[in-house]
């Protein structure tokens, strides 16, 4: 199956912001209480510090519940 893909023109985002992005959840402040009950992970690593600056590669995979996105780098 295809998963949804979100085309990102900056090479670091924060995790909250990324979770956002992905609509995810609507709030930076649901986002964090995701990452801080380790609901979160970024190609199959948990993220536990909601401050943390996410480096995207080529393909990057958001894993959150039932939620699971690919984020793209793409150049500006």
């Given at each position: ?19 956002v ?23 199959n ?32």
């Amino acid at each position: 199956t295809q998963l949804p893909t979100l085309e990102i023109n900056t090479e670091s985002i924060n995790i909250l912001d990324l979770i956002v992005q992905c609509k995810i959840t609507d709030s930076k402040s649901q986002a964090k209480r995701l990452v801080q009950q380790s609901a979160v992970s970024i190609n199959n690593e948990k993220i536990t510090d909601w401050s943390k600056q996410i480096q995207l590669g080529e393909i990057t995979v958001i894993r959150c519940g039932r939620h699971v996105y690919q984020v793209k780098y793409v150049p500006k």
